[in-house]
Structure formats: structure tokens, C-alpha cells
């Protein structure tokens, strides 16, 4: 059996004797030295091998050591610029954002039965030209300069159901003539005691006044906003590396400056800014025709957005989020990119066929051939969102709301009345006890558009039974006015005089909302088809839908009126906009 320490000078034995161990030898194989322990170290230093033999048969073993080290060392450096850079990324980002206060002005939405709440944003586009950068896109700056007010031009509100299921984008024409309440903008100090006047102009006193004034004439609680300038537009066509669209015919809109030929286009930077804001190109030439419009735009964006592509690849979701922060004013609820994230994040959890974007439904301002003012059709739209109702079933059909159209006219001939809501007048009588009542319901009619001709009265005896009393051919008013308030249809009846009464009984004692009205409950087939009647309903997953380029001369070339496809023919050497 050998023994660890055997070596070739010598061996133990199996006696347990042992031979003594032979002299260690040198380079010159000189035996080891007498003279004690101090000669020995000597001798043993001169036998050592040199530094250089040591450091090339040590090298092995530090140079791994030495890697290791270093290793560690990039790793650690590694960690730190990793996390710095991400640090530095989300501070950048958070410190993009601009966010304003809205102070409740918009009202809070209603969670529903299992305690989720729905959003509801609105999404501002502004015309101001607040900055150079905007001048040169928006023009008219050329003897004011740089504008220190804005108007609202691109007016959405964004629903998105409380259990994410389903969206409803709703545009509000900027010609719409409404109340603006009292309003102080926060940052200018501008103030206003209220008017009646376009709705868009409520932007000049800050945007929590926009957001007031959209949720006095919807009834609509909006608890957050989103506002884009000019260079807005460009900065997010361009991170989403372009948007696709197409068109019906030639256009060119001598005002927007946007021309494309008929067929298909993908849009970046000014040409996306050309197609959003053409009014003249589109439809009839007014407002109505670029919402639908812009809507085909978005629908474009928000495919986009889903495509595998762009939230895959880390650069584009840079690009698109920087572009994003900088872009956007936002009320504190999302004025941070955790915030930012999460509303994306809900989006995306929609299916793009159950998106449904609407217009609101409008009729003609009787003082002004060039101002609309609310549909009475639109009430029920807005009890519709109001309310968490889908615009589509689970399977991305139309709904029942969303099918709903005048195929054929009502058996009563009481289909949706052409009637703008401005035109409808309610003589409110309080049957109850409460003082104030007739009051607060009759404010919220006018508050949604209707007559400011509504009166209010005490009722002739109290009432147990809230009513709403009709004269003959006047039942679509009726229920345009019921929907608004969200009495059910069984509280109409027919009476022999003529105009509307609603009598408030004692089983609505409080509140401007019939307290009976629900969430949860299915809407009503007069509801329905009055939610999307005439409000151009489509979904974005609507992808061959083009935008319809006007027919009627609503542009100008050399002082000629002529149609956006004549002036396409007449200006060849002008080149596209996407060339």
C-alpha cells in the first residue's frame, strides 16, 4: 500500500520503519549543505526556482483569477448602468409629462356590481399655435405670432367599459353651440361667468373647463383628459413609423394642404397632421365629415399599436413613448408613466372589434346655417356610455344598439324626430314635497342641450308617480327628453293638450337622473336604435373602410370653387403629401 507522502526518494515500510528521506536537489545537483537551520534556508532560497519560472508556472492560476475579478467588476457595472439607464428612462419619461388639476369638474364614474369602474377620458385636440413649432404646422401666425390661447377643435370621449370588454369613441362636432359654465383656468388666471357659444372656445379658460363643459351637456362623468397639440400629431405618426389610410378619389384640400390620390397611403409626420384636420376634403365639407374621418385615422393608429411589430421591438416602444410624453397635456390621474402605461395597457385588453366610434348625433343651430347644436338622438348615446352599455356583442357584432337603424319607419311614426334637443322645451311641475325639485331637473335638460325655453312650476296636486305627459306627434320629443334624464319609456303617456309636462312625483325625490335608471340594465329597442341612429357607427377593425372625399365644391384653387378631386387635376405639380 503506498503512502500520500511516498516520492521517489523514498518508501515506507510495511514494519512501520522508514528510510530517511533523500536530499532535495538544485539545479546543479549540489547535495543540501550543512551548517544548521540558517544555512539550510539558505541553500533552499538558491535552490528556489528564479521569479521568472514562478510567474509562468503561476500565470495559469492568476490570469483565471484576475478574469474573474474582472468579470465580476462588468457585471457589476453592468447591473448598475442597466438599472441607471432604466432609472434615468422613467424619470425622463415622467419628466415629459405636463398634467393639470382637474378639481372634480368632470364628475367621477359609477363602479358596477362587482366594484370595477369603467374610464371615460376626453381626448382634446388643440388648434393653438402656442409655440413656433405650431405656427409653421397650423399657419395664421404671420401678423398675430405665437398664440397664447387655443381652441378645441378635435373634441373624443373615450369609454372604456369597466370590465374592459368594450370601448365607445364619441366625437363632438367643434361647431356644437352649448352652454360653457364658470371656469378659471388655473394656470392663465382667465376666467369666465359662463355664456352660451361654441363648444370648442371652452379650452381658452384650461382644459378642466373643456372637460366641465362636455360632462354639463352629456351628462357624461369624465374624470380624466388627454390634449395633443399640432406637433403632437407628427411626433406620434412618426413613432408608430407611419399610419395607413386610404381615400375614395383624388383629393386635395386647398386649406389643410393635404392631396393624395385615390387608394391607399401610409401617413407620417405632416401628411398625418394634413389628414386629420382636412375638413374641406371629406364628407360634406364640415365638421361631420372630418370626425368620420379622423376615426378611420385612429382605427389605422390603434391596429398599429396591436400589430406584433411595434410593442415587440424596444426601440419603437421608445420612440413611441417618448413621443408620447412629450406630446400630451394630462390631467394628475395619469400624469405620470406608470399611470400612462395602465390606461394602455386596459386599451389593449380591447379587441379592435369592439371598439365602436360614433359622432354625435347634431341637428342645425336655427340661428346660425353654420353651427349645429345637439340631436335629440344623442341622448341616448349618452346614456349609452353614461350608463356602461356596449355598442357591440362578445362575438364583435353589431348590437342591437349598434344594428338598430331607420330601416323602416315606426309603426306610430315616432322613430328618432329630427327635432334638435335645442328645440325641445319641458314644462317641469314638482309634485313632491322637497323644494328645488322641478328646479334641478329642469337645469339638467337645459344642461344637455335642451330649450332654455323650459319653464318650471309647482304641480297642481302632489304626485306619487313621476310622469311625463305628451301632446299629439310629439311622442319622439317625449322620449328624447325621458332618455336624457333616463326615465323609463312606461312614465310617457299621451294627453290632450299640447307641449311636454313632467310632473317630478314623490318616488323621485332626489337627483337629476330618474334613480330607477341602471347600469346593468339592457336598454331599451327605442333606446337602442336612437344611441347609433345617424351617429355613423363603425368599428376599428373596419380596415378597408376608405374616407369618403367630398363630391360638392367645399375648396378653392385660384379664387375657383371647385370639388377636392378638380383641384387635385388642377394642381399636378403640386407634389403629395406622402411623397
Not at 371652452?202 to 372637460?211: D, E, I, K, R, T
Not at 389605422?300 to 421591438?313: E, H, N, V, W, Y
Not at 420612440?319 to 400612462?340: S, Y
Not at 304626485?463 to 312614465?491: C, N
Amino acid at each position: 500500500m503506498s503512502d500520500p507522502w511516498d516520492g521517489p526518494g523514498g518508501q515506507a515500510t510495511r514494519d512501520g520503519t522508514a528510510r530517511v528521506p533523500a536530499q532535495r536537489t538544485g539545479d546543479s545537483g549540489a547535495p543540501r549543505p550543512s551548517g544548521g537551520r540558517s544555512a539550510a534556508r539558505r541553500a533552499a532560497r538558491e535552490a528556489a526556482p528564479s521569479r521568472g519560472a514562478r510567474a509562468r508556472r503561476g500565470r495559469p492560476v492568476r490570469r483565471g483569477r484576475r478574469a474573474l475579478r474582472i468579470a465580476g467588476i462588468g457585471l457589476s457595472l453592468a447591473i448598475l448602468v442597466t438599472a441607471g439607464a432604466g432609472w434615468w428612462f422613467y424619470e425622463h419619461l415622467n419628466g415629459n409629462i405636463h398634467s393639470v388639476s382637474l378639481d372634480g369638474k368632470g364628475g367621477s364614474e359609477k363602479a358596477d356590481a362587482f366594484g370595477r369602474t369603467p374610464i371615460n377620458i376626453l381626448v382634446m385636440g388643440s388648434d393653438g399655435r402656442t409655440s413656433k413649432a405650431d405656427c409653421e404646422l397650423g399657419g395664421g401666425c404671420s401678423h398675430t405670432g405665437v398664440q397664447d390661447g387655443s381652441n378645441a377643435d378635435v373634441q373624443m370621449v373615450v369609454h372604456i367599459s369597466a370590465d374592459r370588454s368594450n370601448a365607445t369613441v364619441m366625437s363632438i362636432p367643434r361647431d356644437t353651440m352649448t352652454k360653457v359654465p364658470a371656469c378659471k383656468d388655473s394656470a392663465t388666471g382667465r376666467s369666465t361667468a359662463g355664456y352660451y357659444g361654441q363648444i370648442n372656445s371652452a379650452l381658452q379658460y384650461g382644459p378642466a373647463c373643456q372637460v366641465a363643459t362636455v360632462h354639463q351637456l352629456t351628462g357624461i362623468p369624465i374624470d380624466h383628459f388627454v390634449k395633443l397639440d399640432f406637433s403632437g400629431v407628427v411626433k406620434m405618426s412618426d413613432a408608430v413609423g407611419g399610419v395607413s389610410v386610404c381615400v375614395t378619389d383624388d383629393v386635395y384640400d386647398t386649406y389643410s394642404h393635404l392631396k393624395l390620390s385615390e387608394g391607399s397611403h401610409t401617413l407620417k409626420g405632416v401628411a398625418a397632421l394634413e389628414f386629420v384636420r382636412s375638413r374641406h376634403g371629406f364628407g360634406d365639407g364640415s365638421d361631420l365629415g372630418r370626425t368620420i374621418s379622423q376615426h378611420i385615422f385612429l382605427s389605422a393608429m390603434i391596429r398599429k399599436f396591436k400589430s406584433a411589430g411595434t410593442l415587440t421591438d424596444p426601440s419603437a416602444v421608445y420612440d413611441l413613448a417618448d413621443a408620447a410624453t412629450k406630446a400630451l397635456t394630462v390631467d394628475d390621474g395619469l400624469g405620470t408613466v406608470k399611470k400612462l402605461i395602465g390606461l394602455a395597457t386596459d386599451v389593449n385588453k380591447v379587441p379592435t372589434k369592439r371598439m365602436t366610434f360614433t359622432t354625435m348625433q347634431t341637428g342645425a343651430d336655427p340661428g346660425d346655417k353654420n353651427r349645429v347644436v345637439v340631436g335629440s338622438g344623442a341622448t341616448a348615446l349618452f346614456s349609452a356610455i353614461a350608463d356602461d352599455r356596449s355598442l357591440t356583442t362578445g362575438s364583435g357584432k353589431k348590437s342591437g344598439a349598434a344594428s338598430a337603424t331607420a330601416k323602416a319607419k315606426d309603426k306610430d311614426k315616432d322613430k328618432a324626430s329630427a327635432v334638435p334637443a335645442s328645440d325641445i322645451a319641458v314644462t317641469v311641475e314638482n309634485g313632491t314635497a322637497i323644494t328645488g325639485r322641478a328646479s334641478s331637473v329642469a337645469a339638467a335638460l337645459t344642461g344637455k342641450g335642451f330649450s332654455t325655453g323650459t319653464t318650471t312650476a309647482n304641480a297642481p296636486s302632489p304626485a306619487a308617480t313621476t310622469t311625463l305627459t305628451y301632446g299629439t306627434g310629439q311622442k319622439a320629443e317625449a322620449r328624447a327628453a325621458a332618455e336624457a334624464l333616463g326615465l323609463p319609456a312606461s312614465h310617457l303617456k299621451q294627453g290632450s293638450g299640447t307641449g311636454l309636462t313632467l310632473v317630478v312625483g314623490a318616488d323621485w325625490p332626489s337627483g337629476a337622473t330618474w334613480p330607477g335608471a341602471s347600469s346593468s340594465a339592457s336598454p331599451a329597442p327605442g333606446d337602442a336604435k336612437a344611441a347609433v341612429s345617424n351617429a355613423h357607427a363603425q368599428t376599428a377593425d373596419q380596415a378597408k373602410t376608405c374616407a369618403k372625399v367630398s363630391p360638392y365644391k367645399t375648396v378653392s384653387l385660384g379664387g375657383v370653387p371647385m370639388t377636392p378631386a378638380q383641384a387635385y387635376a388642377a394642381a399636378r405639380g403640386k407634389p403629395d403629401s406622402d411623397d
